[in-house]
């Protein structure tokens, strides 16, 4: 058996469970939507980015796997803070709960905030066709009628983003703008979620450059880690 390749940076999805982050990140890696289990601990990926090997950590959401979002966030690049786009409480729950995880990611941490299950909204008729679905032999069908009106808007993420740097006493000049940094997905459609992970990948360059410079260490171990393809349950939470 080969040797596992060792990360050069790392990226970790947190949220509240039920958002969808392990969906988001099969509909990136393996292309398909797929209903999933909540997740116990923490599961990873590797993708390869250019040169560049990008650890993906997928964090539990749930309240008894709270304290182990801080040691997946450890020296990580970049931190993609997801939400419910139909649950208020989801996005208030990254800042009152997840937030304080990211104190031990990188000091030049990148933050994405991302609101998905934007298919089940009444929005959803809008949304352009998906990379995928122009690709796909089998098209994704879209959907029809109304399901229910939008909770969280884009502007309420760019306010949180703001806070964020306001937290990370960061100014905004200095940071990616909000606008840039604030999506709306839906894993079951593939809406958004490649352009999600490409900018964030993107981005998280020249902040791998920066640290292979200074010799800054990959802090998570990932050889005590199957990888999430090997994983019997994953999660969407």
């Not at 939400?83 to 941490?109: G, H, K, M, P, W």
Request: proline share 3%.
């Amino acid at each position: 058996m080969g040797r596992m390749k060792k990360p050069d940076g790392k990226v970790v999805l947190l949220g509240d469970m039920n958002v969808g982050k392990t969906s988001l990140l099969h509909r990136y890696m393996e292309r398909r939507f797929q209903d999933t289990v909540s997740t116990v601990g923490g599961a990873f990926y590797l993708k390869q980015w250019g040169p560049y090997n990008v650890s993906i950590w997928d964090t539990a959401g749930r309240e008894q796997f709270h304290g182990l979002g801080s040691m997946y966030c450890r020296g990580a690049a970049a931190v993609i803070l997801t939400y419910d786009v139909n649950n208020v409480q989801s996005l208030i729950e990254l800042e009152d709960r997840f937030l304080a995880l990211t104190d031990s990611a990188s000091t030049d941490c990148i933050f994405a905030i991302v609101g998905n299950k934007v298919d089940l909204t009444d929005e959803c008729a809008l949304l352009p066709e998906t990379e995928d679905e122009s690709r796909s032999k089998k098209p994704i069908t879209s959907c029809i009628t109304a399901k229910a009106q939008k909770q969280v808007h884009v502007e309420d993420a760019v306010a949180l983003y703001k806070r964020i740097l306001k937290y990370k006493l960061l100014d905004e000049k200095d940071a990616p703008a909000a606008e840039k940094m604030c999506f709306e997905t839906s894993a079951k459609t593939g809406y958004k979620v490649d352009y999600l992970f490409e900018t964030v990948f993107d981005m998280v360059v020249p902040l791998i450059l920066q640290h292979r410079a200074e010799g800054l260490p990959q802090t998570v171990d990932i050889s005590i880690y199957k990888p999430a393809k090997q994983a019997k349950s994953g999660c969407c939470a």
